[in-house]
């Protein structure tokens, strides 16, 4: 081997305690998932309790959102040139202290901000989490055993976000949704500081590709702002169309810089020689659209404003979500890798999600919880359970230990940004019905039917993924 194959082989760090480097991954990673959903329950609370105007609310989950999806690919090109370990902590950090904030906030201006440094810090956190578990796992069942706990610990913690936040919010106060996260974040920062730390790249000095970082998270701010402003203001409100416009130029801007005008790019473009990369994050793309964020939205908006459930009822109306998608996620799926290809289980997985967007979609105001919540969470999470960790494997195989932050950071953006883009479209797309219960259970009805379209395509985008037995050599042409 030469020393540049050597440069690009995947490495992991030895570590006496890989525990302790899974459970902290997977505390950290909970955290950032579990406040993107935890707001959604305490909305009405924090309204009555700052004031806040009816138009401004949205921000309240949407400053997270943004700053979240639009420092993505910063965040994971940091933890290559600086380590994950400094980028982990600076997360944890980053994280925790806006928490303390907004959690003690008297304004509305004020919860915003500490919800917007929250985000930055999510940033940080999410790829630093999945490069932390690739470089201290080699290829194989350990480390698709630790994905697979990775990624049910990712999507439990959006379910239980809204149980979390339903129980502390009729318990205690809204405010402590967000105080939670202080002694977690001063626990999981103790244990940050006994990780090994990885070295920088072999006989390069850190360098990051700042026009290349200014333009692709500003590009990708605005992108989420625009998408955000379009649902309450429309499509063609003057700043919604400035904001895309501007984001499609620093986009292009960005795509500029990383082919012609820097040494170093944000994103390695020989990533996407990889097909799992490429293709895979089309399709974690189309998942985000989705699965997570608009399931959850649009669920605790149907479970309070037609069954009328309080903030408790409606956290623990998720309850059966987070169970199923932790036993499928943790003891079945890791099974099925072993007998099935990914590429098998990503497409049955979303298939059978399909049919639970499906049959959700039949809800009505005469609905109750067996046939309008619990019935169809059963095929959805199943389906949920089975796709995620092969398709978080598949995307992360055969990268280049260089390369990893980047393409966790790409991954995660993906899932984000689809996220975001997703429940624009579909708040726009069900934008304008009556209030009442029947009009109300019809309008979400039509988003689940969306759902449920996005899952098919989930499926037949699927096709595109290298087989497993193909996956030894796309890795050796990507790497080559």
Not at 146 to 155: E, F, Y
Request: hydrophobic residues 55%.
């Amino acid at each position: 081997m030469t020393r540049t194959e050597a440069a690009d082989a995947p490495r992991t760090v030895p570590h006496s305690s890989p525990g302790l480097v899974l459970v902290l991954a997977c505390v950290a990673q909970f955290m950032v998932v579990l406040d993107v959903s935890v707001v959604n329950v305490a909305l009405p609370s924090i309204q009555t309790s700052l004031d806040f105007a009816a138009t401004d609310l949205p921000w309240v989950a949407g400053a997270y959102t943004l700053a979240f999806a639009g420092f993505l690919l910063l965040g994971g090109r940091l933890a290559d040139l600086y380590g994950t370990r400094r980028v982990l902590v600076a997360g944890l950090v980053l994280f925790s202290v806006p928490s303390l904030a907004g959690g003690l906030a008297a304004a509305p201006a004020t919860l915003i901000a500490a919800r917007a440094a929250q985000g930055l810090g999510a940033a940080l956190l999410a790829p630093a989490t999945l490069t932390l578990l690739t470089t201290t796992f080699p290829e194989g069942p350990r480390r698709t055993r630790a994905l697979a706990i990775w990624t049910a610990v990712s999507l439990a913690g959006g379910a239980t976000g809204n149980l979390i936040g339903g129980v502390l919010t009729q318990t205690l106060s809204w405010r402590w949704i967000l105080l939670i996260n202080v002694p977690i974040g001063a626990a999981a920062i103790g244990a940050a500081v006994r990780i090994p730390a990885r070295h920088r790249r072999d006989g390069t000095a850190a360098r990051l590709d700042l026009p290349g970082a200014a333009s692709v998270t500003a590009g990708l701010a605005l992108l989420a702002y625009g998408i955000m402003r379009a649902g309450p203001r429309g499509w063609g409100d003057p700043l919604t169309a400035a904001a895309l416009a501007a984001a499609a130029v620093l986009l292009a801007g960005f795509v500029l810089i990383e082919t012609r005008l820097t040494r170093d790019p944000l994103i390695p473009l020989r990533l996407f020689r990889l097909r799992t990369v490429s293709a895979g994050n089309a399709i974690m793309l189309l998942a985000g659209a989705c699965f997570q964020v608009p399931m959850w939205y649009f669920l605790t908006l149907y479970m309070q404003d037609v069954l009328h459930y309080t903030a408790l009822q409606t956290g623990l109306g998720f309850l059966p979500h987070t169970l199923l998608t932790m036993v499928i996620g943790l003891r079945i799926t890791p099974r099925l890798m072993k007998r099935a290809d990914d590429r098998t289980l990503v497409i049955t997985g979303a298939l059978v999600a399909a049919a639970g967007f499906l049959w959700q979609s039949r809800i009505g105001p005469g609905s109750d919880y067996l046939s309008g919540v619990l019935g169809p969470a059963i095929p959805i999470s199943l389906g949920g359970g089975l796709l995620n960790t092969p398709l978080t494997t598949t995307v992360t195989s055969g990268v280049a230990g260089r390369d990893a932050g980047a393409a966790s950071g790409l991954m995660n953006t993906a899932k984000q940004v689809g996220g975001a883009l997703g429940l624009a479209a579909l708040t726009a797309a069900v934008a304008g019905r009556a209030t009442t219960p029947p009009a109300l259970a019809g309008a979400y009805g039509d988003a689940f039917l969306i759902m449920a379209a996005m899952a098919a395509a989930i499926a037949a985008a699927s096709l595109t993924l290298p087989a497993r037995s193909d996956a030894a050599a796309a890795t050796e042409e990507g790497n080559g």
